[in-house]
């Protein structure tokens, strides 16, 4: 069952360099209790679909020009402010890359997780703390009472990260938006934070859309994977399928760039750069970096085409 469905989502942004299509014609959706991957380069539009799916896209100079978004039966594109407000933070929960983005640093972590529970689950006072210490509990914050009356600042940034997952999913949330949720943490805290959100998302039912660069950490834990490059959909596959045979070139430069235990560790990144959304390639906008470009990749721009449970948006897979 979809729980999230975007349609042909157009973002774009308006400045004196002219329009740039951030999220150029993005078709997506996400079953229910589904954790779906997006993976890509920098630039490539990634943030602005997590935030035009909240609503929060920065305005001016963005601004979500077409498309729809259903959550469940509800269009969000057309919902009033104030009824988005009350699905931001309850039937949708936020993790940014950087805790502090999501926590006020003048209250107390408890305090702020209780808030969020009286405001959307309407509880009193008493009985939003005891949950807001469960919930710290939860996340594996040791001390979790102590703790929740502590300052952010107070608190290491693991520590701060889980706040941050706890307060996501206080309220229960249908769907979580992690942008890059551990890359500002050591390598043993990202693995440990990665692991705890899987573990709730699978207890809750929840539906995740987890945002990384990286294709390896993806792995284990989400079931599709959407590749993004230049603010469109280039492949998106069942994660075995995208491991086991990567369709676009893209998606095997990507792979090709991850570090594998039982092979060489010298990093090989797809040489080039992600085109400038501004000044874009004609053709298809991977031309440029694509080792088996043809002359119509240089002409025409591919669709993204279905291929049984796969999408690939490239001339050498478009029969
Ligand atoms: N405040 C802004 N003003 C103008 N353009 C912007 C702004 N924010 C984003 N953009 C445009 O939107 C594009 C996509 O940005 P986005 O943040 O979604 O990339 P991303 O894939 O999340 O990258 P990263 O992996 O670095 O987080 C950028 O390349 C840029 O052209
Ligand atoms: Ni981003």
């Keep these: 069952m979809q729980l999230l469905t975007i349609s042909d989502l157009q973002t ?92 006020n640093p003048v209250f107390k972590v408890g305090e702020q997780i209780a808030e969020a529970l009286r405001l959307h689950r309407k509880l009193s006072q008493k009985d939003a703390k005891d949950m807001a210490v469960d919930m710290l509990h939860a996340v594996g914050i040791p001390e979790a009472r102590r703790r929740a009356a502590a300052y952010p600042h107070e608190l290491s940034g693991g520590m701060r990260q889980r706040v941050v997952i706890a307060m996501a999913l206080a309220c229960d949330p249908e769907l979580v938006l992690a942008d890059e949720p551990t890359t500002a ?10 692991e705890l959100m899987m573990e709730l998302q699978h207890k809750r039912q929840a539906s995740v859309i987890y945002i990384t660069h990286d294709l390896g950490v993806v792995a284990q834990t989400c079931t599709r994977v959407a590749v993004m490059y230049a603010g469109h959909i280039v492949e998106e596959s069942p994660v075995e399928d995208i491991f086991h045979e990567p369709l676009h070139p893209y998606t095997k430069g990507l792979m090709r760039s991850v570090p594998r235990i039982d092979q060489d560790q010298t990093l090989r990144p797809i040489s080039g750069l992600v085109p400038n959304l ?29 291929d049984g449970s796969r999408r690939v948006r490239c001339w050498l897979h478009a029969s």
């Design 278 to 306: 501004y000044d874009l390639p004609t053709g298809c906008r991977f031309h440029p970096r694509c080792p088996y470009a043809m002359d119509k990749c240089r002409e025409q721009a591919p669709e993204l085409v279905r």
């Design 12 to 103: 774009q942004f308006f400045t004196s360099h002219g329009v740039a299509h951030a999220v150029d014609g993005v078709s997506l959706h996400v079953d229910k209790g589904e954790p779906l991957a997006i993976v890509g380069e920098s630039g490539c539009g990634k943030t602005m679909l997590a935030l035009s799916i909240m609503r929060l896209v920065p305005s001016p100079p963005g601004k979500i020009v077409s498309g729809s978004i259903r959550l469940g039966d509800t269009e969000l594109l057309t919902l009033p402010e104030k009824d988005m407000q009350r699905i931001r933070g309850n039937r949708i929960g936020m993790i940014f890359q950087e805790p502090m983005t999501s926590l």
């Design 185 to 194: 943490l050591d390598v043993t805290i990202q693995a440990q934070i990665l």
